[in-house]
């Protein structure tokens, strides 16, 4: 995919809740991201879209390419594409994206793609 991209993940951490839990919930959907610590989140970022890879074979695997392209739809604003999964889930190792429009809590992992191109991306990520 052509033209500038740039993958953030922010995850809160709850003061109940574990930084290393919070840091393999992260590892276990985008192995290899690098997380620092600001204040009461752990963010990444990846200058490639690389590292969504392994979110885009378990779209493909299990089989949720349809429900994920309308959740990812929602998230394009402008230059990006964000959207939200359930931590707990990713702690699993599984995928469950978060509607903002229905769930409120726990906090879930964000991801911000910036790009030329969000529409692609969601393209990529569910085909």
């Known amino acids: 995919m052509a033209g ?11 003061c109940t809740e574990s930084v ?12 290899g991201l690098t997380l620092r610590r600001v204040e009461d989140d752990l963010i990444g970022e990846s200058p490639s879209l690389d590292i969504l890879e392994r ?3 378990q779209v493909r ?9 309308t959740i990812l739809m929602k998230g394009v604003v402008g230059d ?4 939200y999964i359930d931590k707990q889930a990713a702690y699993m190792g599984r ?12 906090r879930p ?6 790009t030329d191109r969000p529409l692609d991306v969601v393209e990529w990520l569910t085909s």
């Open 4 to 14: 500038r991209v740039a993958v953030e993940v922010v995850a809160p951490v709850a």
């Open 55 to 57: 979110l885009r074979m």
């Open 20 to 31: 290393e839990k919070v840091s393999q919930a992260v590892s276990r959907i985008f192995p």
């Open 109 to 114: 992992l964000m991801v911000r793609v910036r």
């Open 61 to 69: 695997a299990r089989r949720i390419r349809a429900s994920a392209r």
């Open 80 to 83: 990006s594409l964000i959207f």
């Open 95 to 106: 995928v469950s994206f978060w509607d903002p429009m229905e769930r409120h809590m726990p």
